[in-house]
């Protein structure tokens, strides 16, 4: 396998087998994120990726899990996308399932006929980062999708039968607008009803914009108790009719917390109230990682 820089993927595809189809970032202009700054976007040429496919199986013996990366296999071409998935189903007919990041507009993009046609080819889970639900925030970190848009995305994953899994940066208003980012995050949750929301916790690394705006004391981070209340505001304000498995148990968080909503939405919230009286303790700075 090839692998173009530093790779990453979601903690649920730790044992998948991760398959670069394209090398960074479509957008690559989020405040908070240093994932792909150090790379220029480019699809991967469709010879290489078969290679890396047929090199895999000679070496794995089962593949159950594939993860395309970079940032967005949906930016390729259907056509492409579609002889990708076909040569998977090829090569790995053990293969359950297949999952990909999908930036919200490249998801709009596809439209619910090419994205049932990816899930038919075994596309599973669609990763969409919507970071917070609130015009403001989006606008303030440079997401380059609005809130509708954001919405419109997962519903239509979801419309599709793909699992829409969305994440969510508890922190990411800092210290001023955490009220507003709390609950039109958990009202995105309520509007678009994905069958995945995780929530991670903002750690900024120094390639990221917004390292220099806190060093220089343009953004105030939350305090961890303050990241609780923040929480604990976002879950209240979650309010969904089908099942949604709602994870906070990403390294980075101070507190883990996992239910399925709505029936676990008081447990999870009695969990936050005893971290806010003192009775759960929080992860410490040096145990969290991105
Ligand atoms: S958060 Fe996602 S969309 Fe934004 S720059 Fe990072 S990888 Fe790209």
Redesign the pocket.
């Known amino acids: 396998m090839r692998y173009e820089g530093n790779i990453f993927r979601p903690p649920s595809e730790a044992y998948s087998l991760i398959v670069q189809v394209t090398v960074g970032?479509t957008?690559?202009?989020?405040t908070f994120?240093s994932?792909?700054k150090d790379k220029q976007f480019h699809i991967k040429q469709m010879d290489e990726i078969f290679c890396d496919l047929e090199e895999a199986r000679a070496v794995y013996k089962r593949v159950e899990r594939i993860f395309l990366a970079d940032?967005d296999a949906l930016a390729f071409s259907q056509d492409r996308l579609v002889a990708i998935l076909d040569k998977i189903n090829e090569l790995f007919p053990e293969c359950q399932r297949v999952t990909t990041y999908g930036?919200p507009n490249d998801v709009l993009r596809k439209g619910v006929d090419n994205l049932r046609e990816l899930r038919q080819k075994g596309l599973q889970i669609i990763y969409i980062?919507a970071e917070s639900g609130s015009d403001k925030v989006l606008k303030d970190i440079i997401k380059g999708a609005t809130r509708a848009q954001i919405i419109e995305a997962i519903r239509l994953i979801e419309a599709a039968d793909i699992a829409a899994s969305v994440t969510l940066i508890s922190g990411l208003a800092g210290a001023h607008d955490w009220e507003d980012h709390a609950v039109q995050s958990g009202t995105l949750i309520s509007e678009a009803q994905p069958s995945y929301a995780s929530l991670l916790t903002l750690m900024v690394e120094p390639l990221a914009p917004l390292y220099k705006d806190i060093k220089e004391g343009r953004f105030d981070l939350l305090a961890p108790i303050d990241v609780i209340k923040e929480t604990k505001l976002l879950i209240e304000n979650i309010n969904v009719e089908n099942e949604c498995i709602f994870r906070s148990n990403h390294a980075s968080n101070y507190l883990s917390l996992r239910g399925t909503l709505p029936q676990d939405k008081k447990a999870m919230l009695d969990q936050l109230d005893r971290a806010l009286a003192g009775e759960n303790s929080l992860k410490q700075e040096s145990w969290r990682r991105l």
Do not use: L, V
């Open positions: 970032c957008h690559n202009k989020c994120c994932m792909y940032g930036a980062g």
